[in-house]
Structures are given as C-alpha cells and as structure tokens.
C-alpha cells in the first residue's frame, strides 16, 4: 500500500524538489513572524511562537507530501470531497459557534473547519472529472452539471455558516477548474453577467453584518468609527508607511491597538505601515514568483489530472493572496480571507502548505506520463 503511495527512493527524490522555491516558501513564512513579533510590540507571544512551531511542522509536512505520487490524489479524490462535505454538514448540526459564526468541528483533541480543505477538495474532484471526461463533452449538459453541482453544494452550506469569503474561494477554485477543463468562455461571462444582474436581488438576501460590508466597502466614510473602522484605520496604517516604512518594531497603529485584526486578516497593513511600499510591493513579488512556479509546473505535467490540480492549487493561493490585499486596501469587502504564510493561525496556513506539498509532487512527476 505504502509502496503505492511513497516513492521507494524517496531520499534521492528529496534531491529533485526546486529547492529554491522550497527556501522561498521559508522565507515568506520567516518574514510572516517578523511581522507577528512586532504586532505583539517586540515579543513573541502570543503570535510568533505559536505561529513558528506551526509553520515548522507543516513545512515538514509539506516535504512529506511532496513524496505522495499524484496516483494517490487521484484515487482519494471523491473520497476526500465526500469526507469534507459530510464535516459541513456536520457543522451545520453540531458545529462549534464562535465569533458569531457556526465554521469549527470540536474534536475534543482539535478544531477543525471542513471549509478551509474544501478549497483544495473541490480542485482534486473537479480536475479527476475532467480527467476521465472524454474530449468535447466539457462544453455539453452532461459535462456542466455534474461541475456545478458539486461547487454548489459546498458553496450552499458555507453560505449557511455563515463564511462569504471561503464560499467565494471555493466557487473562484471551481470556475477556474471548469473553465482549465474545457468549458467554453461564453459559458462563463454569460452566467456572469446574470450574476452581476442579479446582485441587488443577492444584497437582499445577505445576513445585516455582511449589508454592511457592503456598504462599508462602498463609502468607509459613512461609520468610521463603527462599521468602517477596520478599513478607515487599515488604510492609515498602509499610507502613514510611505515608500520605505516607519522602521522595525515602529508601527504606531498596530502598536496603540488602533488596527484590529493586526495579526490576522490586516496582516499586511501591520506590515506596510513598518516596511513600506517597499516591503509590500517585495512580498508580492515573492507571491508572484511562487504563482509563476505553479504554473510553469502546470504546463510540465504530463496527464490531465496533474495539469489541472496544479494550475488549480497555484491559482487558490492566488486568490488568497488576491482577495486579502484587495480587502485591506479598501478595493474590496472586508471577508475574512488571511494573508497566505504570514497571517496568525492554523487552518489556512495547513490549506496552503498541503496544497504547495501536493504542487512540489507535480513537479517531481512532470516527466511522468500516466498516473
């Protein structure tokens, strides 16, 4: 079973992994606790450490996944989207509310959000339907439905947590998948424009703190004090940085607690205010040189399946990236969406760690034609 699964040789094909992105990897999520020990005023708890000892053992993780021949991925696949859709469902019956929102399964031992593996589930049974779905049919009925169903019901009961932003990735992963598998682009600017069309209809529909995003999102000014404090002092944070930061350890906004959420979704803005356009506009770099890579290994593989599951896992961790500078910046609502490898806690960071585990497997199997 084992021999299905790891490579024998695995030490030698330790030697074959991109090293560089490896260190790069290590270096985003380094940076990420400089910036946690100065949101905590220069000392290591409560972020850096904890955030260190987890970001040490999913990099180990990630190295062992990286040993995982994508044959497997393929075979657990369905398995695993069922798994997770049972756990949302469980969620909704016997979930763990916190912070307002029913997200969390109590294990006793751990805290589990179903929601965060959908991300990468929904990527993997999307991209083996592709994969076994014979050419021509991904533009007919018989290959549209099946797709949309299964973003749809995980979509359906994250909305019902409620977590707009973790609904938003998995439909964004999803589309993507459909449309790297074939669907034609008018079958999704179409359907787009209806969505657009149908927006005041949705706005209606959404629970009152998340009308308020919205309107938030649209004119901060309206209730800085209330609900558009986040952005309103989010926004002075990254301007009062200016090109080359306040320094080290001299982030007055985080620092006198005017940012909330500083270690979490306002990440960046902790960082700008301390490094500048400079040091933002240098880890968005390191982003795109990683999304660039995950791509490029896209192209390399070999089988449908592989190709599809890494410009699938490259692009969520775009989006993430994406969705959460955008949203600090005023450029986008405020939906809860962490910074990937810098912002504090577990659960997305172990998203983005198997997903870039599963990636580094892709790319040591690139020359490999059958799964």
């Known amino acids: 079973?084992?021999?299905?699964?790891?490579?024998?040789?695995?030490?030698?094909?330790?030697?074959?992994?991109?090293?560089?992105?490896?260190?790069?990897?290590?270096?985003?999520?380094?940076?990420?606790?400089?910036?946690?020990?100065?949101?905590?005023?220069?000392?290591?708890?409560?972020?850096?450490?904890?955030?260190?000892?987890?970001?040490?053992?999913?990099?180990?993780?990630?190295?062992?996944?990286?040993?995982?021949?994508?044959?497997?991925?393929?075979?657990?696949?369905?398995?695993?989207?069922?798994?997770?859709?049972?756990?949302?469902?469980?969620?909704?019956?016997?979930?763990?509310?916190?912070?307002?929102?029913?997200?969390?399964?109590?294990?006793?031992?751990?805290?589990?959000?179903?929601?965060?593996?959908?991300?990468?589930?929904?990527?993997?049974?999307?991209?083996?339907?592709?994969?076994?779905?014979?050419?021509?049919?991904?533009?007919?009925?018989?290959?549209?439905?099946?797709?949309?169903?299964?973003?749809?019901?995980?979509?359906?009961?994250?909305?019902?947590?409620?977590?707009?932003?973790?609904?938003?990735?998995?439909?964004?992963?999803?589309?993507t998948i459909m449309f790297l598998g074939g669907l034609p682009l008018r079958w999704i600017i179409g359907p787009g424009l209806l969505v657009a069309a149908s927006l005041p209809f949705v706005y209606t529909m959404l629970h009152e703190y998340q009308q308020r995003r919205v309107l938030i999102f649209l004119d901060p000014s309206a209730d800085p004090l209330g609900a558009g404090y986040h952005i309103t002092q989010s926004k002075i944070a990254i301007g009062s940085g200016g090109i080359t930061g306040k320094g080290f350890l001299q982030g007055s906004q985080s620092h006198l607690e005017y940012l909330p959420e500083q270690q979490t979704d306002f990440v960046f803005a902790t960082m700008a205010e301390e490094w500048g356009l400079i040091g933002g506009v240098g880890l968005l770099l390191a982003f795109g040189v990683l999304l660039n890579w995950g791509l490029r290994v896209a192209l390399q593989a070999q089988t449908i399946f592989g190709r599809l599951v890494a410009a699938g896992l490259s692009m969520t961790i775009f989006f993430y990236v994406l969705v959460n500078v955008m949203m600090v910046m005023g450029l986008a609502p405020v939906v809860g969406i962490p910074l990937p490898l810098i912002s504090h806690g577990g659960s997305a960071m172990l998203t983005v760690m198997i997903a870039l585990g599963i990636l580094l497997g892709i790319h040591r199997q690139r020359r490999e034609v059958s799964i």
Do not use: C
């Open 1 to 175: 079973m084992m021999g299905g699964i790891l490579n024998a040789r695995w030490p030698q094909r330790l030697l074959d992994l991109p090293w560089g992105i490896i260190v790069l990897i290590a270096a985003i999520g380094m940076f990420g606790l400089v910036v946690l020990y100065s949101a905590a005023g220069g000392s290591f708890e409560p972020w850096a450490a904890s955030q260190g000892m987890k970001f040490g053992l999913f990099l180990a993780m990630m190295l062992a996944l990286s040993q995982i021949n994508l044959s497997f991925w393929l075979r657990i696949a369905y398995p695993l989207y069922a798994v997770l859709l049972l756990a949302l469902i469980g969620v909704e019956a016997l979930g763990q509310i916190s912070g307002g929102s029913q997200r969390w399964l109590d294990l006793g031992i751990i805290r589990l959000q179903p929601s965060e593996f959908m991300k990468l589930a929904i990527v993997l049974a999307l991209a083996r339907f592709y994969h076994f779905l014979p050419r021509g049919y991904a533009g007919r009925f018989a290959g549209i439905w099946p797709p949309l169903l299964m973003i749809g019901l995980p979509v359906g009961l994250v909305l019902l947590q409620p977590d707009l932003g973790t609904a938003m990735m998995i439909t964004a992963g999803g589309i």
